[in-house]
């Protein structure tokens, strides 16, 4: 079974400060995503990672940054925090080159800037 | 514009009735996927069905490229089955699945 995990949980942070997410995923696949799911939206990619120092941009990239140092992990930073970044972060890994695969989820971190 | 849409945004239905969910979208796609989430929890694949009818327990779907569409027909529903449901396509472009925002589904004893 596929595993992606996800730490912290929950995180609460002020405005203006450093967060990091982080994700780590044990199937070996070459993809990774970070999401952030907010109400009426759906998920929205933020960005993504082909493999261990790659790392592209999603569809709303600004304000985060991400780091893939290993095949295993993907982080997602926020350097100045900000209210707006309040959001359920969802990390993701899977090889879409493959037909029939598909993403596999993390449990999600629920983030407040205050 | 929004290149994927679902409808719709919220279904309450009676346990026991039948649910008919859409998801249109605008854009040229490799894979159609649903994946179900339960309140407060993560999302997990229900159906990889980039064309034609796939069929899981009580669940069916059905995706038709040349209408941009697919639907995800849930029979006899359960209050178990209550959650969001979300469509999302993967496009030519690359592995990222763009996703449309979901249909919140309660079912009700």
């Known amino acids: 079974e596929a595993a992606v995990t996800q730490s912290p949980r929950n995180k609460v942070a002020v405005t203006g400060g450093k967060v990091t997410l982080s994700c780590n995923q044990t199937?070996?696949?070459?993809?990774m995503y970070w999401y952030r799911q907010d109400t009426g939206h759906g998920l929205r990619l933020i960005h993504y990672?082909?493999?261990?120092?790659?790392?592209e941009k999603g569809d709303i990239p600004d304000g985060y940054k991400a780091s893939r140092p290993s095949q295993e992990n993907f982080s997602l930073i926020l350097e100045l925090a900000t209210p707006s970044q309040t959001s359920v972060y969802f990390c993701?890994?899977?090889?879409?080159?493959?037909?029939?695969?598909?993403?596999?989820f993390g449990p999600g971190t629920r983030l407040l800037v205050l | 514009g929004q290149q994927v849409q679902q409808s719709p945004t919220s279904l309450v239905l009676q346990e026991g009735e039948n649910a008919e969910l859409q998801c249109n979208f605008s854009?040229?796609?490799?894979?159609m996927q649903w994946f179900y989430q339960r309140p407060g929890g993560s999302l997990i694949s229900v159906f990889y069905?980039?064309?034609g009818t796939k069929q899981s327990g009580r669940l069916t779907s059905t995706t038709v490229i040349k209408e941009r569409r697919s639907s995800l027909h849930i029979s006899s529903s359960q209050i178990t089955d209550s959650g969001t449901y979300l469509c999302?396509?993967?496009?030519?472009?690359?592995?990222?699945?763009?996703f449309g925002g979901g249909t919140r589904l309660t079912v009700r004893p």
């Open positions: 999302a396509i993967l496009n030519n472009a690359g592995a990222k699945l763009t």
């Open positions: 990672s082909y493999g261990a120092g790659s790392t």
């Open positions: 069905n980039p064309s």
């Open positions: 854009t040229s796609l490799n894979s």
């Open positions: 199937n070996n696949h070459n993809n």
């Open positions: 993701a890994s899977g090889d879409a080159h493959r037909e029939g695969d598909t993403q596999y």
